[in-house]
């Protein structure tokens, strides 16, 4: 299987904030809020969900297919992503509008108020996945993305018959209930975070079990707790990694997908993909910005033996990387 990784093509605005958001918001008062929070640091990032996984999944070995628009900003950004190996023969360049922008305030303790500004992704909704998969047998990735883009890269992956891994992430705020049960029907695997969760259930109306009727396998990522992937063959908890700083969690979700699908594309187990993703997620949170770090397969397997043992299970990927 080769990664097709559709999504949102971004610049991220990152802040950060030295205090604790909670303290200023009053309890009753939710429905008037007017805050406004002077920040210490402001770091431009390349960013985006999409290109985020695609990044970490070339750190990795792979060669993912990039599906998503960009605007007239993108030149140097994607001249890098193909430099480390990513096909952008799916990104569509708008020459008339700007790329995407990500706009995130991070406290201290790590969490984030932010704002998405469209730009060019509006435009992804023209792109077709039969146009630009050429390869039989791909793993595709929906990603946040346009909403109507989300949903079309859902119906033609079922269409076609491409197994996919539906996550809604930041964009169930923007998305029906119904329009969630109906992208994420028939998906491989459908992969959210535990608040995302539930925002998926209370939005749907479903109940946990309910999932398993949607998508085959489902991944519930726990933060600093790893992760819980529920499959037919049952279910596993997967151990986080411990990063040795904490600098920005911004993309850590994504470079979490990334470690998971290269075991799944590498035909690891559900467990070792799953330490793969929680290795991978650790890298982006020790480092600013989602694609500052930095490694190659070997110093991957390295830290993935001082971290959980041993690396015997990524012996496969080690030998078809040589």
Request: proline share 6%; hydrophobic share 40%; charged share 25%.
């Amino acid at each position: 299987m080769r990664p097709v990784v559709t999504g949102s093509i971004a610049f991220d605005y990152l802040m950060s904030f030295p205090g604790r958001f909670e303290d200023h918001f009053l309890p009753g008062k939710l429905d008037k809020i007017s805050v406004s929070f002077l920040v210490d640091e402001l770091n431009l990032r390349r960013g985006g969900c999409a290109a985020n996984i695609a990044y970490s999944l070339a750190l990795l070995g792979e060669r993912p297919l990039l599906v998503g628009s960009a605007g007239s900003d993108f030149g140097p950004y994607g001249k890098d992503l193909e430099g480390m190996g990513v096909d952008l023969s799916g990104v569509l360049v708008k020459e008339d509008v700007l790329t995407a922008s990500f706009f995130a305030n991070t406290d201290q303790e790590g969490n984030q108020i932010a704002s998405f500004f469209t730009g060019a992704m509006q435009y992804a909704r023209e792109i077709s996945l039969p146009q630009v998969v050429k390869d039989p047998d791909p793993l595709v990735l929906i990603s946040p993305n346009d909403p109507h883009a989300m949903s079309r890269h859902a119906e033609e992956c079922r269409k076609e018959g491409y197994r996919f891994l539906y996550d809604p992430s930041q964009q169930i705020a923007r998305t029906s209930g119904e329009n969630l049960v109906r992208d994420s029907r028939g998906a491989w695997i459908l992969l959210v975070n535990e608040y995302e969760e539930e925002m998926f259930l209370k939005k749907t109306g479903l109940g946990r079990e309910d999932l398993r009727e949607l998508a085959e396998n489902v991944v519930v990522t726990l933060g600093a707790e790893g992760a819980e992937i529920r499959t037919p063959r049952g279910d596993f908890r997967i151990p986080p990694a411990r990063p040795e700083r904490v600098l920005d969690p911004t993309g850590v979700g994504d470079a979490y997908r990334a470690g998971l699908v290269k075991g799944l594309v590498g035909g690891l187990s559900w467990e070792t993909a799953g330490r793969m993703g929680s290795l991978a997620a650790v890298y982006v949170l020790e480092t600013d910005g989602p694609q500052s770090h930095h490694y190659d397969l070997r110093e991957f397997a390295e830290r993935y033996a001082a971290t959980f043992g041993d690396a015997k299970d990524l012996e496969p990927l080690l030998e078809k990387g040589a």
